[in-house]
C-alpha cells in the first residue's frame, strides 16, 4: 500500500456550475440550497457511537473488536471487505476527492490544469473543485468503485482546499457547493458519507453527511467544530496522533466523541481507543 497521506491534518497544522452524467447533476450551480433536515436514506447509519478502527496502508488487521474499519477504497478488495462484513462490521472506503495523487491508477485522468500546489504529501497535489465536469466523473467512478467493492460508506479526504494555499482561488463558497455535491452523489450510490476534517464548515455540512472524521481535534482545539453533528446524534471519530489517551480521552468521552490514538502512518498500530 503507498503511504498514507491523511490530507489536511489540521488547520492547526498547517498553517467547486457544471453539470455531469448521472450522480452529479446537483453540481455546483444547484448544489448549494442546504435540505431542511438531514439526509435520510436506505444507505447505513451509523450509530453516534460507532466503534471504529482506522488503516490506510499494509495488511489489514481484520481482528479489531470493532463496529467499523476504515480502509482504503483502491488498495483493499472486495474479499477485505467480504471478509470484515462476515464478521458483523461496517466498512468505510477512503478515497481521496481533493488532491490528486500519482501513484493512483486514474491519475492519469486529471489534466494540467485541474493540478495545484502539493499538499505536502509525496506525489499529492491539490485539485480545482471549481472544475466539476473534469473532476466529477472522476470522482463518480471511484464511488462507484467502492460500492462495487461493497463497501458501506465514503470518507472523503482533502475536502478543505479553501482553507489551505493549493494554487487556485477556492473559496468557502465554492467548497462547500463540492463537499454537498461528493455527499449526494455518495448517497446516490446507496453508501453513507463522513465529513472529513473542514470543522469550520460543520454547521452548513451536516444535514448532507451522515457524521464526521476529524483528525486532532483534541491538539488543536477543534472538536466543538463537530457540535451539530453531536447534536444530530451521529457519530464524530476523532484521531489523535501526538498526543497520548490521557490527554484527550477524558475530554472526547464527556462531549460523546468517538476518540482513539492511531500512528500517523496508519498502519494498523498503535490502536488504542478511549472506549
Known amino acids: 500500500m503507498p503511504p498514507h497521506r491523511p490530507g489536511s491534518v489540521s488547520r492547526g497544522a498547517r498553517l467547486a456550475c457544471a453539470a455531469i452524467a448521472s450522480a452529479a447533476l446537483i ?3 444547484g ?6 433536515v438531514a439526509e435520510q436514506g436506505p444507505w447505513w447509519q451509523p450509530p453516534q457511537r ?5 488503516q490506510l496502508q499494509g495488511t489489514v488487521s481484520n481482528s479489531k473488536r470493532v463496529a467499523a474499519y476504515d480502509i482504503d477504497g483502491f488498495e483493499d478488495s472486495a474479499a477485505e471487505v467480504a471478509a470484515l462484513h462476515a464478521q458483523g462490521k461496517h466498512v468505510i472506503c477512503y478515497i481521496d476527492v481533493g488532491t490528486a495523487e500519482n501513484f493512483r491508477p486514474d491519475y492519469h485522468l486529471f489534466p494540467k490544469s485541474v493540478l495545484g500546489r502539493s499538499n505536502g504529501w509525496p506525489g499529492e497535489r491539490w485539485l480545482d473543485i471549481r ?3 473534469v473532476i466529477g466523473p472522476i470522482m463518480s467512478a471511484r464511488f462507484q468503485m467502492c460500492r462495487e467493492k461493497g463497501f458501506d460508506a465514503v470518507e472523503p479526504d482533502n475536502i478543505e482546499a479553501y482553507a489551505n494555499n493549493s494554487g487556485f482561488p477556492i473559496t468557502g463558497a465554492e467548497q462547500l457547493s463540492f463537499n454537498e455535491w461528493v455527499a449526494q452523489t455518495v448517497h446516490s450510490l446507496g453508501m453513507a458519507v ?3 476534517n473542514d470543522g469550520e464548515q460543520s454547521a452548513t455540512l451536516q444535514p448532507y453527511f451522515d457524521g464526521a472524521l476529524s483528525e ?5 482545539k477543534e472538536c466543538a467544530d ?3 453533528y453531536l447534536r444530530a ?3 464524530v471519530l476523532n484521531a489523535e496522533y501526538g498526543l497520548k489517551k490521557s490527554r484527550f480521552c477524558v475530554a472526547d468521552e464527556a462531549a460523546g466523541i468517538m476518540g482513539a490514538r492511531f500512528d500517523l502512518a496508519l498502519n494498523g498500530k498503535p490502536f488504542e481507543p478511549c472506549w
Do not use: I, S, V
Open 226 to 228: 463537530f457540535e451539530p
Open 31 to 36: 448544489a448549494g440550497a442546504e435540505p431542511a
Open 131 to 133: 472544475r466539476l465536469e
Open 216 to 220: 486532532q481535534c483534541n491538539q488543536y
Open 27 to 29: 453540481a455546483l450551480c
Open 233 to 235: 446524534g451521529e457519530p
Open 194 to 196: 463522513l465529513q472529513k
Open 50 to 54: 460507532l466503534t471504529w478502527f482506522w
